[in-house]
């Protein structure tokens, strides 16, 4: 089993290069997400490396990272406003891609749970 102390450092690295992927070419907010990212690990800090808190802030620390790299894409406005505005997006290699094969299904389908009832144990 890998040291809690050593989890959350390799946590706070793969936070920090979420924000370099996410953010490039956008200083302010990388500057930003980074400055987020120290406070909250300084915030958590005083948790005993072995205790259920840590464990649980290491966890959310890598899914924000994983977050980060894979479902935040930025957009960039080109040309003039007006009706016909249009954003170049920057979509990077570890950008998650749906195929948007669920929006054309039916409720029926997809399966509904309006119609079912908890049990209840």
């Known amino acids: ?43 958590n800090s005083a948790l005993l490396p072995s205790s259920p808190d840590a464990t649980t802030q290491i966890a959310h620390a890598e899914n924000v990272a994983t977050i980060l790299r894979q479902n935040v894409v930025q957009g960039q406005k080109m040309g003039g406003g007006g009706p016909d505005e249009k954003y170049q997006l920057r979509i990077h290699g570890e950008t998650e891609r749906g195929d948007n094969e669920s929006i054309k299904m039916s409720k029926e389908e997809m399966g509904s749970l309006a119609g079912l009832k908890r049990s209840v144990s």
Do not use: K, N
């Open 1 to 43: 089993m890998t040291e809690p102390r050593s989890m959350a450092l390799a946590a706070y690295r793969h936070v920090l290069r979420a924000t370099r992927i996410a953010f490039d070419g956008d200083a302010r907010l990388l500057l930003s997400a980074r400055h987020q990212a120290r406070s909250s690990f300084a915030v």
